[in-house]
């Protein structure tokens, strides 16, 4: 069975610190690559996204990951964390069967 | 009012009563999905519709009960829940299926008794 797996689940983090959220994918084809943010009491909402093409993909509010085919992995990056990156970090992916699988979510606390 | 509203925001029911959850979307988009989102667990995929069409029921037990009745709207009618039950229930939408972006709502926040 298709399954996510984000192996941090708390992370605290000082502002200016660089961020690295793993995420890792088992399914064998071809897949669609989301990273979703939850800022406290708001909406899920769609930081980046990977379809095709250059595996490194930026997203919103300097955040960006790398595909790694070979390792079935979509980590998310950060240079340089600010306090309003405070959140909850949701890894998802789409197969060709449409199903949309998350993973159990990481929440980030970066402090000022 | 833009984006994917849900209503009620909090609900609070015993086991016995029948209550209904109503999503709405205001993007023109053609597929509405139902998530549970519980403690500590992933986001469970319940159900999926496009075109009002349901494509997906991710083996969700009867007594939750979807409804579609355009590809603006979508309900989850709840009958005779059990606690385990309780847990934040999200609408989301999108242009399709295949890998689209999700828009989500805020979620209604169930409680059963």
């Known amino acids: 069975a298709q399954s996510v797996s984000q192996h941090n689940h708390h992370v605290i983090l000082s502002e200016a610190a660089s961020l690295e959220l793993g995420c890792n994918y088992s399914?064998?084809?071809?897949?669609?690559l989301f990273w979703y943010v939850q800022y406290p009491g708001q909406h899920l909402q769609l930081l980046l996204k990977?379809?095709?093409?250059?595996?490194l993909v930026k997203g919103i509010k300097g955040f960006e990951a790398e595909f790694i085919k070979s390792k079935f992995s979509f980590n998310l990056r950060k240079p340089s964390v600010q306090w309003s990156d405070t959140a909850e970090y949701f890894c998802?992916?789409?197969?060709?069967?449409?199903?949309?699988?998350f993973g159990t979510g990481t929440r980030l606390k970066v402090l000022a | 009012e833009t984006g994917v509203t849900q209503t009620p925001r909090h609900l609070v029911m015993g086991m016995t009563n029948k209550k209904s959850l109503k999503c709405e979307q205001h993007?023109?988009?053609?597929?509405m999905y139902w998530y549970k989102q519980s403690a500590k667990k992933p986001l469970e995929l319940m159900f999926v519709?496009?075109?009002?069409?349901?494509?997906e029921n991710n083996s969700v037990p009867s007594r939750f009960s979807p409804e579609c009745p355009n590809s603006s709207h979508l309900f989850l009618h709840l009958h005779t829940l059990q606690p385990e039950d309780s847990a934040l229930y999200l609408c989301?939408?999108?242009?399709?299926?295949?890998?689209?972006?999700?828009?989500f709502g805020p979620g209604t926040r169930l409680t059963v008794t």
């Open positions: 998802a992916v789409n197969a060709l069967d449409y199903k949309y699988i």
């Open positions: 399914y064998g084809g071809t897949v669609n």
């Open positions: 990977y379809f095709s093409g250059d595996p």
């Open positions: 989301a939408s999108s242009q399709g299926l295949g890998g689209y972006e999700q828009y």
């Open positions: 993007l023109g988009h053609n597929a």
């Open positions: 519709y496009n075109f009002k069409e349901q494509t």
